[in-house]
């Protein structure tokens, strides 16, 4: 089996849809020699939105202070391989290919989805690698995400927010009781959920564990010192030390929590304070990408990733304290439909630009027509395309050179574009 031969055998694992459960995850790793149990120590990581930021820095923490580390995140912006990371490497193409061939005949007879292959995967080659730390991401909620596998020795939970509904429930509280249940006896948990009817259930569940809890914003204090793009910096004390200067290549204040969770949790690990600090600085040598990521100048052009009302409101933030430096703002975006659409379109109103939605290359696409429609019964100006690629070329010959070109809210959007500029 080739690399392609295993893409072309993996993609097609999204017909059998989203199964949450662990029984099945736990037979096909019981084919691998139950690799999930031989993955050193384990960072487990859910929440709606930060989870990405807080897995970054971990491994980029981790790696600088010597450790061999494992980092497995989802989705992929370009290449597969991209979810599964060795030391900021990602996996070989020719060990998917391995890897699949051992497993192909099992996955088809038992309707294995994708998610749970890639999970297997990803588990098989950090144990045979043998790797010291693993930094894991939920794919899905917690409580019944593939990855919940593991036996963690941090549960790390971000923010909790409305999303995912259909699978995980309806209000806030559901929510976060799907993601604490990553907390395990034996783990020690670290969260910067805030909203009390969100910080319960967490506290429940590491009561019911007996495992240690620590909030961000009560046992640890940070202030954002200054915040531009591209660059944060951040003095923060926790419950044994102060870094009165912390950086990190990241454009956006609300990072700063998360910054924060993986500092907590870096220090409570025993990693120096020094690897600390200059891990955060070479946050990107993660493969860390499309997190309000200037890939354009004149007009400046910044990539994102945010796809739920959370995660928007977050990133308009962000760019409202640069508003200043650009003439005209120009919002292309594209949305899956299990998002609150309307609610992101409002979210992106405050920036005061016009709108040039477009379909994502996904079967979960709502449509640039329908995106058109919601923008312009919101009051908004919109000119819809097909694609990503057509609306940027659209956006580019528009565009002044102190415009800015906003694209966001969908992982597939900010995937094509990268496709076509890197």
Excluded at 55 to 76: D, E, N, R, V, W
Excluded at 156 to 166: A, K, N, S
Excluded at 213 to 223: E, K, P, R, W, Y
Excluded at 406 to 415: E, I
């Amino acid at each position: 089996m080739t690399y392609q031969d295993a893409l072309d055998f993996l993609y097609p694992l999204h017909r059998f849809g989203i199964k949450p459960g662990l029984d099945r995850i736990s037979s096909l790793l019981a084919l691998l020699g139950s690799p999930h149990q031989r993955l050193g120590l384990v960072v487990h990581i859910a929440g709606t939105n930060g989870k990405g930021s807080v897995a970054a820095s971990l491994a980029s923490i981790f790696q600088t202070s010597g450790k061999k580390t494992a980092l497995y995140t989802s989705p992929h912006l370009v290449d597969f391989t991209e979810r599964i990371r060795i030391d900021g490497r990602p996996i070989p193409r020719e060990k998917v290919a391995h890897y699949c061939s051992l497993l192909k005949d099992d996955l088809i007879d038992n309707h294995f989805t994708f998610f749970e292959a890639t999970t297997a995967i990803a588990f098989a080659w950090f144990a045979d690698e043998g790797v010291d730390v693993s930094i894991l991401e939920t794919g899905l909620g917690g409580r019944l995400d593939a990855t919940n596998v593991v036996q963690s020795d941090y549960a790390v939970i971000t923010t909790i927010g409305l999303d995912h509904t259909d699978w995980l429930g309806e209000t806030i509280s559901l929510i976060a009781a799907e993601k604490a249940a990553i907390i395990k006896k034996g783990s020690r948990v670290f969260t910067a959920v805030s909203q009390p009817e969100a910080l319960y259930p967490v506290r429940q569940m590491a009561e019911s564990c007996r495992a240690p809890l620590f909030v961000a914003g009560i046992d640890s204090l940070c202030t954002v010192t200054l915040a531009a793009p591209g660059n944060l910096e951040l003095e923060l004390t926790t419950p044994s030390r102060h870094y009165p200067a912390l950086k990190a290549p990241l454009t956006g204040s609300f990072h700063a929590a998360n910054i924060s969770l993986a500092v907590m949790v870096a220090e409570d690990a025993g990693i120096a304070a020094e690897h600390i600090a200059s891990g955060l600085e070479r946050l990107l040598q993660t493969g860390y990408r499309a997190r309000l990521e200037r890939i354009g100048s004149r007009p400046t052009i910044l990539l994102d990733v945010s796809h739920n009302p959370d995660g928007m409101r977050e990133t308009v933030n962000a760019l409202e304290a640069f508003r200043c430096n650009f003439n005209r703002v120009h919002i292309l975006f594209g949305l899956a439909s299990d998002k609150d659409a309307r609610a992101i379109v409002r979210e992106l109103l405050r920036l005061n630009g016009s709108f040039v939605p477009v379909n994502i290359p996904s079967e979960r696409s709502v449509s640039a027509e329908a995106l058109s429609a919601m923008c312009r019964e919101e009051g908004a100006a919109a000119t819809g395309f097909t694609t990503g690629n057509e609306g940027l070329a659209y956006l580019r010959a528009k565009a002044d050179a102190d415009d800015l070109i906003l694209v966001t809210g969908s992982f597939y959007l900010a995937g094509e574009i990268l496709a076509s500029v890197t």
